[in-house]
């Protein structure tokens, strides 16, 4: 029995381009971009193939921009039912590997292969599944090879295309510290300024930074701790996965009707979906250690984050506070949005979580809102679910 995990963060690259690729053969080997065709080719590229990039194409670029690049781009409507039909065929085949996969987005997931890789060696298996999503399914992929999520998933980006990369703990002064902090995962384009302008340039600048008081003035107690121990290579999550027998995560979304830029809509419906999943938590007399955003832009790329939190809770103030700061921290504010979704997981029982508090507490506001938490729940059970409800 192994006394550390093995976990896989796989990532499809050029998904979108790589989608339309399998599906019309013709099309490889060719710089092929994914987006919207019009007269005036001001549609954005959604996604650029390999090929595509060497001519310095990008995602977001205009097409007519990207056309003066490689006159003889191949350009490609999306065709976003084809995306979910490859993803979902790519995670069934996951499953039948490991039931612990966790989907990060349309184009990436975690796998926990720690008791799969008692019986065949770990890089055997990557090139197995690389090998088999490529000659089956017709897409590239790259993987990241780590003892948790987060080394992981930095191990998937350090080697595109069809990378296979192993990232362990005592290489992390290696491999992850010399990266700028823009690239680490889980710094957003609004705290990397942040975090600059604090000295702090480099993934390994902020693993030995000396004033912690002053990097918790800059971001936070919770969310510096995390970011700390994450460019120190630990990483407590979870594998999140599917489980018959239980609730591992609680989860609601919308999908707007129009999409849309307006701020006061989409964190008006933030706020909806966040109580709608505070409030199945506490009818299940269940409570969750971290809670997280899905946004779905208009051109189907998606963004999911998620932070931990102090206590476990269902207190939907507590989660809504962190799903307005990862909405500002994360949002790409010049696409328009499709949908948003709120996710809590790390699931334990009610009766399980000791609340701890700490001197630097409002304990009088803390008590207030535990008071109204059981007042509103007392009405409900005298008068019927729904009776009375906390505002938007």
């Not at 707007?256 to 989409?266: A, G």
């Not at 709608?276 to 809670?291: G, H, M, Q």
């Not at 399980?352 to 507490?361: A, G, H, S, V």
Request: with cysteine; net charge neutral; aromatic share 10%.
């Amino acid at each position: 029995m192994k006394s550390y995990s093995i976990i896989f963060h796989i990532d499809m690259n050029c998904f979108y381009a790589s989608c339309e690729i399998a599906n019309d053969p013709s099309l490889k080997g060719k710089p092929v971009v994914v987006g919207r065709l019009d007269p005036l080719r001001k549609g954005i590229i959604v996604s650029p193939s390999y090929e595509a990039r060497k001519y310095g194409i990008k995602a977001t670029m205009k097409i007519r921009d990207a056309l003066l690049l490689c006159p003889n781009l191949e350009v490609v409507e999306p065709t976003y039912g084809l995306y979910d039909e490859m993803s979902k065929k790519f995670f069934e085949y996951f499953r039948s590997i490991t039931p612990y996969v966790e989907p990060a987005s349309i184009d990436e997931g975690y796998l926990d292969v720690t008791e799969v890789c008692e019986k065949v060696n770990a890089i055997e298996l990557a090139n197995n599944i690389q090998k088999h999503l490529y000659e089956n399914i017709g897409l590239p992929c790259s993987i990241g090879i780590a003892p948790n999520k987060f080394l992981a998933k930095m191990a998937s980006d350090m080697k595109k295309p069809m990378g296979i990369t192993i990232l362990r703990k005592r290489e992390i002064d290696k491999y992850l510290w010399p990266l700028d902090i823009s690239d680490m995962f889980g710094v957003g384009t609004k705290t990397a300024p942040k975090l600059r302008e604090i000295g702090i340039n480099t993934i390994g600048d902020l693993a030995n930074y000396p004033n912690m008081e002053k990097l918790e003035k800059c971001l936070g107690p919770v969310y510096s701790k995390t970011l700390v121990e994450r460019a120190n290579g630990i990483d407590n999550s979870q594998v999140i996965y599917e489980d018959n027998d239980d609730v591992s995560s609680v989860s609601n979304s919308h999908t707007f009707d129009f999409n849309t830029k307006d701020e006061r809509k989409i964190k008006t419906t933030l706020k909806i979906l966040t109580n709608s999943v505070a409030y199945r938590l506490s009818e299940s007399k269940k409570c969750a250690k971290t809670i997280g955003i899905q946004l779905k832009y208009d051109d189907f790329t998606m963004v999911n984050r998620s932070v931990p939190l102090k206590n476990p809770t269902n207190d939907a103030n507590l989660f809504y506070r962190e799903v307005e700061t990862l909405y500002d921290e994360y949002n790409e504010e010049f696409k328009d949005i499709r949908l948003v979704g709120v996710f809590a997981n790390r699931i334990s029982n009610e009766e399980e979580n000791i609340t701890r508090y700490t001197i630097f507490d409002d304990l009088d506001k803390l008590e207030k809102e535990h008071q109204i938490g059981n007042l509103l729940k007392s009405i409900n059970e005298q008068f019927g679910s729904g009776s009375i409800k906390k505002g938007k």
